[in-house]
Structures are given as C-alpha cells and as structure tokens.
T-cell receptor
Framework: AQRVTQPEKLLSVFKGAPVELKCNYS??????LFWYVQYSRQRLQLLLR??SRESIKGFTADLNKGETSFHLKKPFAQEEDSAMYYC?????????FGQGTRLTINP | NAGVTQTPKFQVLKTGQSMTLQCAQD?????MYWYRQDPGMGLRLIYY???????DKGEVPNGYNVSRLNKREFSLRLESAAPSQTSVYFC???????????FGPGTRLTVT
C-alpha cells in the first residue's frame, strides 16, 4: 500500500529565510511524486512533479529513493508562499496525499 | 472552458438527511475522484472512477455512494448524513499519462 507522511502540520518562517517542507513516502513500485498547494480560498493546484525536475515559483523538490523522501525547498521565502502544501504519490490509479503542512511566512 | 465544477458550494444538513454532491468536468478526462478534506487529516480518497462505467472504493467509502453518470459527471451521495461527514469535499480529474489532478472548488458540508 502507498503511504505519504508529512511530519509537520505547521511551519512558520520569516520572509527571506529558507524553507523546507518534509515529505516521506512508502511504495513498493516506482513512485510518481507531486507537491500540491492550496492558497487561501482557492482550489488545490499542482505545484510541481518530480519527473519534470522543474522549479516553480522558486520551489524545487528532489526525489531521494534511498531515504524515500521528496522534500520541498525554497531558498528565500516570500509572503505569498503562505499556503497549505500537500505531498502526493501516484500509484494504482489513484493519488494518495499526505496530511498537509500549513506554511506561514512572517514579514 | 470551466474545468471542474461542483455544486453546491455550501450545504447544511441535519443528521439523517440525504443529499447528492454534483461534479462535472469539460476536459474530456477519463478518471474522476472524490476526496474529503479535514484539518490534520489531509485529503482522503472516498471513491474514484477510472473510466465511464466503473467505480472503486478509496480510503474512506463508508457512508457514501457514487454514480458515474457519463464521462462528464461523477456524483457523490450521502444517504443518511452524520456529523462525522462534516467536511470539505473535492472532486478531481486526472490527465491520463501525466497523473496530474485538476480539482474543483470544493463543497463545504456541515451536518448538525
């Protein structure tokens, strides 16, 4: 069975500081991993996926199969990054989400 | 091009009442999903439909039923609502081959 764990429910950092949102997964197959973001009063939207290896809004995430992790990072946080972030894993025709991390950027 | 739409946006029910949440998509995607979002629990999959005519249980199907009416529409029914079903419900579709999900705006349901 696939499982995604986000150990931090809440994360608060100051503007300009680095951000790292943790995500660990368990899955017997080859994982397809994603980060989704939900800004206040908006629907969930895809932030990035590991297969594309792209940087979106300054965020990057590297898949570490040895540590079964897919942490989301940004070197300099901005106030508009405040949102709910979900790590997700695709397998067996469905997407399984972690519990989410609420990121707050303080001015 | 509306993407994924959900009705209603808000609903208040009394325990024991029934209702159907509607979801429609105009993106011609095969797969559709229903999730519930609760604080501290993340998004949990209730039911999904990989293609028209098929439905499968997700992580938390008890107390719900679904109907894949056609390729566009996927409804979620609560036959006898309970306070534990108070939640925000999201419908989503997926782009085949890319696994990216597109979400609707959500329905906020309160059961008293």
């Amino acid at each position: 069975a696939q499982r995604v764990t986000q150990p931090e429910k809440l994360l608060s950092v100051f503007k300009g500081a680095p951000v790292e949102l943790k995500c660990n997964y368990s899955y017997s197959g080859s994982p397809e991993l994603f980060w989704y973001v939900q800004y206040s009063r908006q629907r969930l939207q895809l932030l990035l996926r590991h297969i594309s290896r792209e940087s979106i809004k300054g965020f990057t995430a590297d898949l570490n199969k040895g540590e079964t992790s897919f942490h989301l990072k940004k070197p300099f946080a901005q106030e508009e990054d405040s949102a709910m972030y979900y790590c997700a894993l695709w397998g067996a025709q469905k997407l399984v989400f972690g519990q989410g991390t609420r990121l707050t950027i303080n001015p | 091009n509306a993407g994924v739409t959900q009705t209603p946006k808000f609903q208040v029910l009394k325990t024991g009442q029934s209702m159907t949440l509607q979801c429609a998509q105009d993106m011609n995607h095969n797969s559709m999903y229903w999730y519930r979002q609760d604080p501290g629990m993340g998004l949990r999959l209730i039911y999904y439909s990989a293609s028209e005519g098929t439905t499968d249980k997700g992580e938390v199907p008890n107390g719900y039923n679904v109907s894949r009416l056609n390729k566009r529409e996927f409804s979620l029914r609560l036959e006898s609502a309970a306070p534990s079903q108070t939640s925000v419900y999201f419908c989503a579709t997926v782009v085949g081959g890319y696994y990216e999900q597109y979400f609707g705006p959500g329905t906020r349901l309160t059961v008293t």
